[in-house]
């Protein structure tokens, strides 16, 4: 820090020397308020009120870092490379004073000198496209919030058992088709409301636009393509890829859940090679990411082409398969020059022979496994990166990797002491996002801020110059308030505050009634968890739910109310809906009337009388799961 300051606006002039610098001025010249003019000229020629701009690889600095010199007359911005300039400028953005800067036309600067670069060269973000859809403004948005906090890779999760967003030449049905799920599409909902259409994919055009709009930031999209497993979505539309064992429908009325692809059938590498090859035209990042996680075994086992294989391979168990079949992807990805990332299982069963990236996401051991075994590693521990992590107890999210909060994303150091071996190559937070189908828009922004403030300066930051209460005091002091001139409804915001994931409504009546289906519960979970108005248990059925069947709520006396609310399904994962529905009313025991004919995983009427009972009759098939849960019902006066 210095004496003084720099007077932003009325009059300041923002100098760029070369003609390939334009762009990142008129950047400037846009993300401070439009306070400066513009011009193309080199040095500051005794002008005072000046940015200068530059890039000067002389002066030493690491990839991607800067010096920012800001006096009283003149601020100097300079890039060890374009990127390193463009991180100098994220950095003047932040030194601006929080608030509408149009509104004030004068910005005061501190000066001070700073000496800035990354401490890894990769700083990632993933964001699950395939459960829930983001639309490609939404990605824009994503990619400016993440340029803000200086991050760099984009990691576009775009397949998916219950989806495929990327737009193929190859293979257009893929996107066309397998991009939605529900009525009229061979894929169906897990998530989410049984039969209800939904999904979306990107355009080509859009995939460029991301792509451009990305690289203007110093981002790179790494594009995936998920297999072996995760596959359902391809498989619904091209079943041939699939093994020749048992289909997979025991718990999901007929619905084959089958998601792996088959290793056994050599056709299946030519599909593979045609889908990596155009991913590798579309996308000119260096990585591609092939998946390899989570393969479910059973498929390969009662496979005969894939024993065939394993035994022609002498392959041992179904890991060493697995690692088999991301080395011949790896393979077509390194053909084309590019590098293979992967999911830590796939270096389960044996090398993988690329120099792939490892991304470890199950735990902190599979980081050290994979350092131990020598290779380059991501670290996106889900125990502190997953941001589809609950962050609090009575919060919206999942919770097998714990409760993620704000300081165990911020606190934990993800370069493990591991001797010889390989190396952490960078951070990446992710955002899994079938959790978020029923939350309308808000969870964004409240999943991810400001936990990928604390992953970005993770990412940044020197270990020795991070600090919990620094941090904090950051926070407060001005980036949350930066974070609402940029409009990003972070968990505690103004007007967001914390939200609990299933708010009951204050002032609910207490009514007692009797829930009775057609279909038995689990002693576990009976049906009067359904009634018992603690929102806290559920009733399970033993068996999905089948045209025709049915559930009842009955009052032991009428009851006057405003409203009435059935819901089904978990409260913080939407699967085991029930749905479609017809919903009926009783006002006198035994005549019903429809109170809601497009009854999906749960319904609000208005009761026009005291009501005896409420009837539930599933007209929809089953939902891949082997279970409906119902809830209790939420009663206002
Ligand atoms: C595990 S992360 C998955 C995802 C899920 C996520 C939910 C990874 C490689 N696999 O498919 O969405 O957990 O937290």
């Given at each position: 820090m210095r004496d003084g300051v720099?007077?932003?606006?009325?009059?300041?002039?923002?100098?760029?020397?070369?003609?390939?610098?334009?762009?990142?001025?008129?950047?400037?010249?846009?993300?401070?308020?439009?306070?400066?003019?513009?011009?193309?000229?080199?040095?500051?020629?005794?002008?005072?009120?000046?940015?200068?701009?530059?890039?000067?690889?002389?002066?030493?600095?690491?990839?991607?870092?800067?010096?920012?010199?800001?006096?009283?007359?003149?601020?100097?911005?300079?890039?060890?490379?374009?990127?390193?300039?463009?991180?100098?400028?994220?950095?003047?953005?932040?030194?601006?004073?929080?608030?509408?800067?149009?509104?004030?036309?004068?910005?005061?600067?501190?000066?001070?000198?700073?000496?800035?670069?990354?401490?890894?060269?990769?700083?990632?973000f993933t964001l699950d496209v395939a459960r829930t859809f983001s639309p490609f403004e939404e990605v824009i948005r994503l990619l400016d919030l993440m340029a803000f906090h200086k991050m760099n890779r984009f990691h576009w999760h775009l397949t998916d058992d219950e989806g495929w967003r990327l737009p193929l030449e190859c293979y257009p049905e893929l996107a066309r088709e397998g991009g939605f799920r529900g009525a009229g599409s061979p894929v169906r909902n897990i998530y989410g409301a049984w039969g209800e259409r939904y999904g979306g994919y990107y355009t080509t055009e859009q995939v460029r636009a991301v792509i451009d709009h990305a690289a203007f930031r110093n981002i790179e999209v790494v594009p995936e393509f998920d297999l072996p497993g995760h596959s359902r979505a391809v498989a619904r539309l091209h079943p041939e890829i699939l093994c020749r064992g048992p289909v997979d429908t025991a718990s999901s009325a007929g619905y084959d859940l089958r998601k792996v692809w088959c290793a056994g059938r050599?056709?299946?590498?030519?599909?593979?090679?045609?889908?990596?090859?155009?991913?590798?035209?579309?996308?000119?990042?260096?990585?591609?990411?092939?998946?390899?996680?989570?393969?479910?075994?059973?498929?390969?086992?009662?496979?005969?082409?894939?024993?065939?294989?394993?035994k022609r391979e002498g392959l041992e168990d179904t890991a060493a398969l697995n690692t088999w079949f991301e080395n011949r992807v790896g393979r077509m990805v390194a053909d084309r020059g590019r590098r293979q990332a992967v999911w830590n299982e796939a270096a389960d069963g044996g090398t993988l022979e690329y120099d792939p990236v490892i991304w470890a996401w199950e735990n902190h051991e599979s980081v050290v496994k994979a350092l131990r075994a020598g290779y380059d590693v991501v670290n996106m521990t889900s125990q502190y990166y997953y941001f589809d992590m609950k962050q609090s107890a009575s919060e919206v999210g999942l919770a097998w990797g714990g409760i993620v909060d704000l300081a165990k994303t911020y606190g934990y150091d993800p370069v493990p002491e591991v001797r010889g071996g390989g190396r952490v190559i960078g951070v990446n937070g992710g955002f899994w996002t079938e959790t978020f189908l029923w939350n309308g828009?808000?969870?964004?922004?409240?999943?991810?801020?400001?936990?990928?403030?604390?992953?970005?300066?993770?990412?940044?930051?020197?270990?020795?110059?991070?600090?919990?209460?620094?941090?904090?005091?950051?926070?407060?002091?001005?980036?949350?308030?930066?974070?609402?001139?940029?409009?990003?409804?972070?968990?505690?915001?103004?007007?967001?505050?914390?939200?609990?994931?299933?708010?009951?409504?204050?002032?609910?009546?207490?009514?007692?009634?009797?829930?009775?289906?057609?279909?038995?519960?689990?002693?576990?979970?009976?049906y009067s968890h359904a009634a018992d108005n603690d929102t806290r248990t559920v009733a399970r059925t033993v068996r999905t739910a089948r045209p025709g069947d049915w559930f009842e709520f009955r009052f032991r006396s009428p009851v006057r109310c405003g409203s009435i609310t059935v819901r089904s399904g978990y409260s913080a994962l939407p699967r085991f809906v029930i749905g479609p529905a017809v919903l009926e009313v009783s006002y006198d025991g035994s005549t019903y009337e429809v109170a809601d004919p497009r009854f999906g995983y749960t319904g609000t009427f208005r009761p026009r009388a005291a009501v005896h009972s409420l009837r539930l009759t599933v007209t929809g098939e089953g939902n891949g799961e082997d279970a409906v849960i119902i809830q209790d019902l939420i009663i206002m006066p």
């Open positions: 720099f007077a932003f606006g009325a009059g300041t002039v923002v100098r760029y020397p070369s003609y390939e610098l334009q762009p990142l001025a008129g950047y400037l010249y846009r993300e401070t308020g439009r306070r400066a003019t513009v011009e193309g000229v080199a040095g500051f020629h005794g002008a005072h009120n000046v940015v200068l701009l530059a890039v000067d690889p002389a002066r030493g600095l690491p990839d991607e870092g800067y010096t920012l010199e800001v006096e009283p007359d003149t601020v100097r911005i300079t890039g060890a490379d374009r990127a390193g300039l463009f991180y100098g400028i994220q950095t003047l953005r932040q030194l601006i004073p929080p608030g509408d800067n149009i509104l004030v036309p004068v910005a005061e600067i501190p000066c001070l000198r700073i000496t800035d670069y990354p401490r890894f060269p990769y700083r990632g050599e056709e299946n590498f030519e599909m593979i090679e045609r889908i990596i090859d155009e991913i590798c035209v579309v996308f000119p990042g260096a990585i591609i990411h092939t998946g390899g996680d989570e393969v479910p075994p059973e498929q390969w086992e009662t496979c005969p082409d894939c024993r065939a294989l394993m828009e808000w969870w964004r922004d409240y999943q991810l801020f400001p936990r990928l403030c604390a992953l970005a300066e993770t990412a940044w930051s020197p270990e020795s110059a991070r600090s919990p209460e620094g941090f904090r005091e950051r926070l407060d002091g001005w980036h949350l308030a930066r974070l609402d001139a940029l409009g990003v409804a972070y968990r505690g915001a103004p007007g967001v505050g914390i939200r609990e994931a299933y708010t009951v409504p204050e002032g609910r009546m207490r009514v007692a009634y009797d829930v009775t289906g057609s279909v038995p519960c689990t002693a576990r979970n009976p």
